[in-house]
Nanobody, 125 residues
Framework: VQLQASGGGLVQAGDSLRLSCTSS????????VGWLRQAPGKEREFVAA????????YYADSLKGRVTISRDNAKNTVYLQMNNLKPEDAAVYYC???????????????????WGQGTLVTVSS
C-alpha cells in the first residue's frame, strides 16, 4: 500500500486544517488507517485511527474534541480534520495503515506497516 499525505501548511493558532491520505492502488477501506505525528526532537505519537469497517474511531486523549478522522471510500481517502490548532500541534503528520487483527493496538505506532511521506503542519502563535 502506497500512501500519500497532503494538506499541511502554515496556519495561525486557532485555525483549522484538513489533512488527506490517499492510496494508489489498494483500497484503504480494507485497512486500519491512522494519523501519527512527529515534532522535532520528539518521538512519533498517535493522533487518530479509523477501523477498516468504519465503525471504530480512536483518538489520542490529548486531542479528543479537536480532531476528527473520517473516510471517503469513493475517493479512497482518509481525512484528519483538526480544529483550534495550537503551536504544540506543529509536527510532520503521517498517515499509516495496517491490516486489522484481533488484539491490535491502534494507538501503537509499531502496529502500522505502511507509511506515507508525511505532511508538515506549522502553527504560529
Amino acid at each position: 500500500v502506497q500512501l500519500q499525505a497532503s494538506g499541511g501548511g502554515l496556519v495561525q493558532a486557532g485555525d483549522s486544517l484538513r489533512l488527506s491520505c490517499t492510496s494508489s492502488g489498494r483500497a484503504l477501506r480494507n485497512y486500519v488507517v491512522g494519523w501519527l505525528r512527529q515534532a522535532p526532537g520528539k518521538e512519533r505519537e498517535f493522533v487518530a485511527a479509523v477501523g477498516w469497517n468504519d465503525r471504530n474511531t480512536y483518538y489520542a486523549d490529548s486531542l479528543k474534541g479537536r480532531v476528527t478522522i473520517s473516510r471517503d471510500n469513493a475517493k479512497n481517502t482518509v481525512y484528519l480534520q483538526m480544529n483550534n490548532l495550537k503551536p504544540e500541534d506543529a509536527a510532520v503528520y503521517y498517515c499509516a495503515a495496517f491490516t486489522d487483527y484481533s488484539g491490535a493496538v491502534y494507538n501503537n505506532p509499531n502496529e502500522y506497516d505502511f507509511w506515507g511521506q508525511g505532511t508538515l503542519v506549522t502553527v504560529s502563535s
